[in-house]
């Protein structure tokens, strides 16, 4: 599995991000894949998932109604559409891919049940 994420920028509060996330892998039912970011002193903590299959989507409550998560599975890519955002979403942004199926979705937003992970992609709000 390779992740690949591209979108990295420096906005100021109120503004927008897209962030890409490039995925090669062969999904099974109930699969899905997450965006995760971790500020410096801080644990890495899961801001979205979103299932291959169906797209479903969920968030954490953070980023809940500012952030949008999506596929296209023909382009085996996932996106980050970050809108309203605030210093507080400061951080460096990971696609990830755990290494079995989501059907828990609390243990789905734990960056510990994630085996693969992208570089990271900085985000900077000011």
């Known amino acids: 599995v390779q992740l690949v994420e591209s979108g990295r920028g420096s906005v100021q509060a109120g503004g927008s991000l897209k962030l890409s996330c490039a995925a090669s892998?062969?999904?099974?039912?109930?699969?899905?894949l997450g965006w995760f970011r971790q500020a410096p002193g801080k644990e890495r903590e899961g801001v979205a998932i979103?299932?291959?299959?169906?797209?479903?989507?969920y968030y954490s409550d953070s980023v809940k109604g500012r952030f949008t998560i999506s596929r296209d599975n023909a382009k085996n890519s996932i996106y980050l559409q970050m809108d309203n955002l605030e210093p507080e979403d400061t951080a460096s942004y990971f696609c990830a891919a755990p290494g079995g199926s989501c059907r828990d979705r609390t243990l789905a937003f734990k960056a510990s049940y994630y085996n693969y992970w992208g570089q990271g992609t900085q985000v900077t709000v000011s």
């Open positions: 892998l062969n999904p099974t039912s109930d699969y899905c």
């Open positions: 979103v299932y291959v299959d169906d797209g479903r989507a």
